[in-house]
């Protein structure tokens, strides 16, 4: 009985089953660009077992279109899947002030590693922790936590936001500049402000309050400056997101007698509040609402695709929803958050929900839900996670969720991950920290064996617009003088590809690869997989349809 070669389809588009979690194929992946490390297990395709294949030949797609109903991948996960990387105080990279430039690259190396490893998909990194910079900025100095002196660069000279960018891109992960908007400096550190620093060049911008300086969000020079800053970084560098924390106005210091001191802006106040029809509390919920509307509108007006994204305190204000009770963030932080994703200037919205799910006054699920209630244009639902509780007791959550060390037990950041999965919206989780990702095995085994076992590309921003790009082309070469035979694929020319997704089918089951765009080929292990289906992915995450090359022979 002659065999057939390989049959290649064209198909319309996928299904919306959910893939399969329990396939075990191994794949060997080659990049285009020299010096870029290729990903392999232990064996390959030997030349035997494709000895159907004509050597010498290449067979591309036909003019086939539709293929067999168990040759069409399932749709892939749609998942967010964060952490972030803080670099204030040295808390997750650099490890510490004053590494040569190579220590540091090679941190953060391991950590954008591990990331792939567990199948996270974004980094938030930050880089302005206090009005300094992470990288080679026109406007602020170099942050003291590179070299251990503001102002000083790395020798010898990197970029590390550049570097971090490339690296992670050559990874698929996403990287998003984290921004303090309004937090001027930390007093503590023993290392004095540079002549270039804000507090230096324009004090009168700038207000002590408790242990830190702070910009003033009531000054109009204030917004223009940090808006300035934002963009300078949008504009220069190709990153994916713009992200903020929590830090608006700050948390209430106190003085020392112990009672709580307003923030010192009576300066604005009276310049630009006093004489309107605000109360001094709501124009100062005016100042950050406003200026949150401005990032978001200014980002757009330059890249559309880059993604700005918030993650305020979790509870909004006490009662709401009714079994919630705790810090109120619109009143004492001065963030009207609900406002900002009822309005949709943002496009994920990342609450940091730092409580366990049994926790009586600030249960995990009910705040989650609450919020997806209030999500009304459809962004993408983010559950900040505190996953540096875990991993350092074994009390169940619900008795240590007020208790800062005592530990909870893994499997509660993963029924927490379950959680925002049951989300009628598209949603992920944002892990704090990384640093409790490269430091904690058992954690990182149980989210790989229980919620991480398939990659997720990021749910698609439709508010964003664009199309998909089209449909990849695929080869199947017969190869002489290798011991292996690839798959490979090209663009079709519509549309910038971002990422690959690459799936594969052995018996029923259905294995998921998500690739950079200048990963162009596969190896797969021995046996063959059945089927490979390829797709493009759009930087706003729209998949063309999938192209599918069936590798099994076929009697005829």
């Avoid at 049959?7 to 660009?33: C, D, E, M, V, W």
């Avoid at 729209?542 to 099994?552: D, E, I």
């Amino acid at each position: 009985m002659a065999q057939k070669l390989p049959t290649i389809y064209p198909s319309k588009g996928g299904t919306l089953a959910a893939p399969s979690q329990n396939a075990s194929l191994g794949l060997r992946f080659s990049r285009r660009h020299a010096g870029t490390p290729v990903r392999q297990h232990s064996s390959g395709w030997t030349l035997s077992a494709i000895s159907f294949l004509v050597i010498g030949l290449a067979f591309t797609a036909p003019a086939a279109t539709s293929v067999r109903a168990d040759m069409i991948p399932p749709q892939p996960q749609r998942e967010f899947r964060g952490a972030w990387v803080a670099t204030v105080g040295n808390i997750d990279w650099p490890s510490q002030k004053g590494l040569t430039s190579a220590e540091q690259q090679a941190e953060l190396l391991a950590i954008l590693d591990r990331a792939v490893q567990l199948k996270l998909n974004a980094i938030i990194f930050q880089v302005r922790p206090a009005c300094d910079a992470m990288y080679a900025s026109r406007i602020e100095p170099w942050s003291e936590y590179l070299t251990g002196a503001m102002g000083r660069a790395p020798s010898p000279y990197y970029d590390p936001l550049a570097f971090a960018i490339a690296e992670a891109h050559q990874r698929g992960l996403e990287l998003h500049a984290w921004f303090n908007p309004y937090r001027a400096r930390v007093l503590d550190t023993g290392v004095p402000a540079s002549a270039d620093h804000i507090s230096k060049r324009r004090p009168q911008l700038v207000r002590q309050y408790g242990k830190y300086l702070w910009l003033d969000p009531g000054e109009r020079e204030v917004q223009d400056y940090s808006l300035s800053v934002i963009m300078d970084v949008v504009k220069r560098y190709d990153v994916d997101g713009i992200h903020f924390d929590d830090y608006f106005y700050p948390y209430k210091e106190k003085d020392a007698a112990g009672k709580e001191m307003d923030f010192p802006d009576d300066s604005s106040w009276r310049r630009f509040g006093a004489g309107g029809k605000l109360s001094r509390d709501d124009w100062r919920r005016d100042n950050v609402n406003r200026f949150i509307e401005r990032v978001y509108r200014s980002i757009k007006s330059a890249k559309p695709w880059v993604k700005f994204g918030v993650s305020p305190f979790g509870i909004w204000r006490p009662g709401y929803p009714a079994s919630v009770k705790g810090f109120d963030s619109y009143a004492e932080l001065y963030a009207d958050s609900r406002k900002w994703l009822a309005n949709g200037w943002l496009d994920y919205f990342a609450p940091q929900l730092y409580w366990s799910i049994d926790s009586p006054e600030q249960s995990f699920p009910a705040l989650l839900r609450w919020w997806a209630v209030q999500n009304s244009r459809g962004r993408l639902l983010v559950a900040g996670m505190n996953t540096t509780y875990t991993g350092r007791g074994t009390r169940p959550a619900s008795t240590d969720a007020s208790a800062r060390g005592r530990g909870w037990p893994p499997e509660e950041i993963v029924n927490q991950i379950r959680i925002a999965r049951g989300l009628p919206a598209p949603s992920g989780h944002i892990h704090w920290n990384m640093r409790t990702l490269m430091r904690n095995s058992t954690l990182d085994d149980v989210l790989k064996r229980e919620v991480y076992q398939q990659p997720a590309l990021i749910p698609a921003a439709p508010w964003l617009g664009g199309s998909a790009p089209g449909k990849p082309r695929l080869t199947v070469p017969g190869v002489a003088s290798s011991p292996a035979s690839r798959v490979t694929w090209t663009s079709s020319g519509s549309g910038k590809v971002w990422l690959w997704l690459v799936q594969t089918r052995s018996g029923e089951h259905w294995t998921t690869r998500i690739l950079p765009a200048a990963s162009t080929s596969l190896t797969g292990e021995n046996p063959l997989p059945d089927v490979v289906a390829v797709s493009a992915v759009g930087r706003n995450g729209n998949v063309s349809g999938p192209a599918v090359v069936s590798l099994r022979p076929q009697a005829r």
